[in-house]
């Protein structure tokens, strides 16, 4: 059964015909040519498809594209903006907060959501957010103090 799923991606009106059951991240990479967002183990367990719904980081792997209709998506494409790109992107870029970079796009789209909400965060709880997406580089130090960077630049660095 296939369906017309309405909802709002990096701010602009999408529509998705397919199985409402099919997962976001195949509907964001195969319907939409969303690349960023990137499939890791698909049972919620890397983070490597994390996205923001409504302002909450979620998995795509695991959520049916007919749970987003009608409700605002963000990925990691939004990050960059010709107005400006988000300070997660030049803080990630300054760090080198990456190596191989599989991993980024849900780290980022996860610590924007935490910083997004506004409260103070310090070194512990970027990191505790941060544990639901795994890295195997090992570039954990670089991508807190990215995240850090980027909460004292939007005010929020506790």
Do not use: W
């Not at 997962?23 to 195969?30: F, G, I």
């Amino acid at each position: 059964m296939t369906e017309t799923v309405a909802f709002t991606v990096n701010g602009a009106a999408v529509e998705v015909t397919a199985d409402p059951a099919l997962p976001l991240l195949s509907a964001l990479r195969e319907e939409l040519g969303l690349k960023a967002t990137r499939y890791g183990c698909g049972s919620e367990g890397c983070g490597a498809c994390t996205v923001i719904v409504d302002g909450t980081a979620r998995f795509a792997c695991t959520l049916p594209l007919g749970d987003v209709a009608g409700r605002a998506v963000a990925t990691a494409e939004g990050l960059a903006a010709p107005d400006g790109d988000h300070p997660l992107l030049t803080a990630f870029l300054d760090h080198q907060a990456g190596q191989c970079g599989y991993c980024l796009p849900g780290i980022l789209m996860r610590a924007r959501a935490l910083l997004d909400r506004g409260d103070p965060v310090d070194r512990t709880a970027v990191a505790r957010e941060l544990d639901a997406n795994l890295c195997r580089c090992g570039a954990h130090g670089r991508i807190l103090d990215a995240v850090m960077d980027a909460a004292r630049q939007m005010g929020v660095a506790r």
